[in-house]
């Protein structure tokens, strides 16, 4: 190995910087000459900065002793090494106290990986030596080195788009194009994704909201497939081990390890060409070291009992909020500081737009579990100015119990969970949700609007990457998770689905067709809806995963997009394009305020509606339809924005007359969606759409969208 000279700087006979080095930034920063290395450790005795081979990452070049005389600063071990530059992999090693009453879990013969490493190589990682006591030099993970002022940006501007004109896309980059249907040149990976964008842009979609992409064991063995006997591994990627480093394996292979960094900024970059913004699904919550059994990869090895919460008893167990292993201590000063430089890190040099915090309730708890009515991590976030323009969103539960929709501050978006659920009821036919019903598609004021919040806080979802597809949903009455291997146990019960009939794939013309129905009826729900409508991928296509509700460890064709059209594909496909489209063009469909501001240029009012004008049927434990006339009142002169709109949603299981709002004279409503007509006359353009006055007939389990328009429009 090479000996690296750490001794004292004397500026009167040196030219350089200091090899002491410097606590802060954290990480290892790399310039012209050298790079930077610090990393924090509250109770170490030693600390040992170990270098590989940029050329070969399994081969040690250097074994670099910290002195703490020299080479630290209060609970920060720091060291600057000349001639070392990006694409360098490094790890530690860590002495301290192994004591698990405080929660030590030093352990001298484990190398570490920096919680703050912007790349890792993780060719050789060996999960059961990172597990078991003892050295794991051979199949470590390794840091490495970014030169991150090399990378040309081009001038790329973020979107900025505003919350109320946004449409999410949640994927999953591998999943996304893994395919060989796909037809991409490097599927599974950032290069694949940024491929489809033409795609992206032709749905309409305006943000892509990416599961997971920070560096995760993808081949952590979990069980085998029941039947098959191939590998299930953690496919979702909600087991991080490195909050700052792209996914390796997302990357184009045969690439130098810091490689992914700048493919994943190429992705960036192209899809901000095209107007679409990305959102990362980030998982502060807990880490993939789980528990004590778990491997450690990282923050166990550099201050356990600061990064995790626990103690309790002798052996310091681990309380898991997540339902993963572990709970990150979120609100420790630390901790905080680390999600925060984490996301500033994100944003600034990655370009990225905002993000998606997964059971962010957790961010919310403190030392001892309990809820804190001002968490320090949350606010921190709420006031960086680091993060002033990003778009922030709270899946606001945890797996502890914690339900926090509607109590994240100001700035947060939070998925809607009631909206999926109330919307779910309502379609497969439960009576008496009419009133629920119109909470969510007014922008769920009863749960935002007592906060002070918008109707842009709420992000409105049917299907999520948990749950049944879109296509499940309207097929299967019950989950079949056997493939999991957990025996079903594992996954959602209550799914609020119908499945048209029978259960799984038919071929009988009517199952099919009202099945086709009940998928445009949950795309028009979504997309007619006050708040910020989210689709997953795949939906639009009618994508399926054989009823399986939790797919989490599926990386196999069950869970990857099929790229093949078939005649049900396009149509589904067809119909989501022009709603979104419809959305777009309608201002009234994505209002800002639940109560236009007096003297506002615009305001948006609603009337509801049963089969009789006025009669909504607020109490009727057996109403199953719904309608509403949304007016957009505008004072600007020359105003060319669309007509009124008259919405009417029909859960019943027959056809049902209802009564249409007097037209102007010269007007008319025009009829521009059918849920219950074939395509192409499902969505029409108004000049083509038949006209009603007076009422309008609804075919049973059918949304109808209704434009007024008259003579002097033209149509």
Known sequence: MTAVDLRPYRPETAGGPSPAGVPHPLGAIADATGTNFSVFSQDAEAVELLLFDPERPDRLTASVPLDPRLNKSFHFWHARVEGVGAGTPYGYRVTGPRSPRPGHRFDPGKVLLDPYARAVWSDAFDRVAACRPGDNLDGSLRGVVVDLDAYDWAGDTPPRRPMNETVVYELHVGGFTRSASSGVTHPGTFAGLTEKIPYLVDLGVTAVELMPVAAFDHREPLRRHPVTGAALTNYWGYDPYALFAPHPAYAVPGQRPDAVVDEFRDMVKALHRAGIEVILDVVFNHTGEGNHLGPALSLKGFAN????????????SYIDYSGCGNTLNVNHPITTQLVVDCLTYWAREMHVDGFRFDEASILTRGQDGSPLPYPPAVWR??????????????????AGGLYDVGRFPDRWAQWNGPFRDDVRRFLRGDGGMVGALACRLSGSADIFEPVAEQPTNAVNFITAHDGFTLRDLVSYDYKHNEANGEDNRDGLDENYSWNCGTEGPSEDPGIRRTRMRQMKNAMAVLLLSQGVPMLVAGDERGRTQSGNNNAYCQDNELSWIDWADDAESTELRRFVREMIRMRRENPALHRRHYVDPDGAATRTTFSWHGCELGRPGWADPQ???LAVTLRHHTESAGDQSPADLHLIFNAYWEELSFDLPEAPSGSAWLRVVDTGRPAPYDVVP???????????????RSTVVLRLAGKEAGQ
């Open 305 to 316: 009992d600061v990064y995790y919460l626990g103690g309790g008893d002798p052996e310091w």
């Open 381 to 398: 976030i709420e006031m960086s100015e680091s993060l002033a323009g990003v778009k922030l969103i709270a899946e606001a539960w945890d």
């Open 623 to 625: 109403a199953r339809s």
């Open 686 to 700: 108004a000049g083509r759409a038949p006209g009603h006055t007076g009422s309008v007939r609804v075919g049973p």
